[in-house]
């Protein structure tokens, strides 16, 4: 199981037991984890929430995480929340049979994983490309986003 960090407090705009991945709406590879997530969690498992949104602003600060700096995707639920590839590795446990093999990569040590994580997230822009604003959920995937109760 990944390590999760906790609050004393559960996190706002979330109904107990709801998780949230809150991903980098510019980055074209984040928008192409949180389209995977939505083909994907056919279950539902899952909401979505990008880092810039108001939801997402809300979420980072309740972590304490940087709110003007988005290197890392973050998993939220309850009073815990995971970065880096323990964020990875609690999304994939959440989906369908097909993918929770991938916890398997928890056996490499979390400082390997991290760096491995952060060439990742510290090239992506250069590698993949960034959208100019962050993409509208379409129609069909709008519920899938969390909005402010």
């Known amino acids: 199981m990944s390590t ?12 107990p037991g709801e998780t949230v991945v809150l991903f980098d709406g510019v980055c074209k590879l984040c928008n192409g984890w949180a389209k995977f997530l939505i083909r994907h969690d056919r279950h539902r498992r899952i909401r979505l929430a990008t880092v810039q949104s108001p939801e997402g602003q809300a979420l980072l600060a309740w972590a304490g995480l940087p709110m003007d700096r988005f290197d890392t995707m973050a998993v939220i639920r309850d009073r815990h929340y ?68």
């Open 82 to 149: 995971w970065v880096r590839s323990d964020a990875f590795l609690e999304v994939v446990r959440q989906l369908p049979a097909a993918w929770p093999w991938l916890g398997l990569l928890r056996v490499f040590p979390r400082a390997v994983r991290d760096w491995c994580y952060d060439r990742v997230a510290f090239n992506r822009y250069r590698i993949f490309g960034r959208y100019d604003q962050c993409l509208l959920p379409t129609p069909d995937h709008e519920q899938r986003f969390l909005k402010a109760r």
């Open 4 to 15: 999760s960090l906790r609050r004393p407090d559960p996190a706002p705009l979330l109904a």
